[in-house]
């Protein structure tokens, strides 16, 4: 049994201890936006932090991330307030967003470290695959969030997510939308 605290909540998973963190979060976890994309480490689609580090969960194991503080893209923020999520949002450096939960954490555990890295650093921690080449827009979206981290600079927020939980629950058969008192049902 791996135990850890992912997104501010521990849990456990009782599977192989060699499963890949990416599948414990995924098939386990529900928590779908880490995304599969190469299963080598190449692209980062499936980037999430542990302890504070952008790493990619395809090559962490669940024995390996035992104990330890794992936020996905899911705990970066309930509302997309994160500044992260509105530079993205604010610079159009978002297009068909497969690869956005992954340049999001590598991003936000970069300016957790340095909240005003140069062009070169930017280049350096954000080694995500995008195959839609937003690289320019996704280099002035960071400096733009390094801004708001540092509060030098306010961005309007991006609009909150619209969908209730019941609508989502039955979109998706996976989830259970909490009853009227907040427990799941």
């Known amino acids: 049994m791996s135990r850890m605290t992912v997104n501010g909540r521990p849990v456990q998973f009782d599977m192989d201890p060699q499963t890949p963190l990416l599948w414990a979060l ?9 995304k599969y ?4 480490g190449d692209c980062g689609a499936c980037m999430v932090m542990v302890d504070g580090a952008a790493l990619r969960s395809c090559l962490v194991t669940i024995a390996e991330a035992e104990g330890r503080y794992v936020t ?3 705990g970066l923020s309930h509302d997309r307030s994160h500044p992260v999520q509105q530079a993205l949002v604010a610079e159009q450096a978002i297009q068909c967003g ?3 939960p992954g340049i999001a954490m590598a991003a936000a555990a970069l300016l957790e470290r340095n909240a005003n890295p140069g062009e070169a650093e930017i280049r350096e921690a954000i080694p995500n695959l995008c195959r839609c080449g937003v690289y320019p827009r996704l280099v002035k979206a960071i400096e733009r969030a390094g801004r708001v981290a540092r509060r030098a600079e306010r ?4 609009p909150a997510p ?3 939980a019941r ?3 039955s979109a998706v058969p ?3 939308a909490p009853d009227i008192e907040g427990e799941i049902e």
């Open 26 to 34: 995924r098939d386990a976890a529900n928590l779908t936006g880490t």
């Open 37 to 40: 994309g190469c299963g080598a």
């Open 72 to 74: 996905t893209i899911e």
């Open 98 to 100: 497969f690869c956005t």
């Open 155 to 158: 961005i309007s927020a991006a």
């Open 162 to 164: 619209g969908i209730d």
């Open 167 to 169: 609508d989502a629950a």
């Open 174 to 176: 996976a989830m259970r």
